[in-house]
């Protein structure tokens, strides 16, 4: 099943490398890429369509917010510029809960897997560097 987000388009369903339990469709939206996850008992009859079309139309304000959150949650971290991030992504979960993920921080621990910044509607709630504890050379998580 393809869904349609307004203004973006159809976003196909992926299917390879999927859990059971999770539905999950993408696309790109000029250079950013868009992804919508339900994990089950949701269903894609869950999704706020409207919000998740809005978020594309907002994006340069979006993508600053989510830019201050990391610059916040890093800037004391050894090596860590706000400069050095970029790529960012954003995946929708039913409700108005999403998250943009910036693939590419040049920062040691950083450069990895990236940073997850999550929000419930325009309202940053976390942020998440995505590196395994156990894998940082010399840092510790407090």
Known sequence: MTITIPG???LPPVVDHVPAGLSCWGTVDGETPISVIVEAPATADDLDLPFVAG??????RLEATARAAVEDAFRDRPGFSPDGVADPGSTFHPGRDWLTRFADVAAPGLDELGVMVV?????VIGVDDLTDPGEL??????
């Open 137 to 142: 050379h010399g840092h510790e998580d407090g």
């Open 55 to 60: 978020v594309p139309t907002d994006r340069d």
């Open 119 to 123: 929000f419930r509607d325009e309202e």
């Open 8 to 10: 973006v388009g159809d």
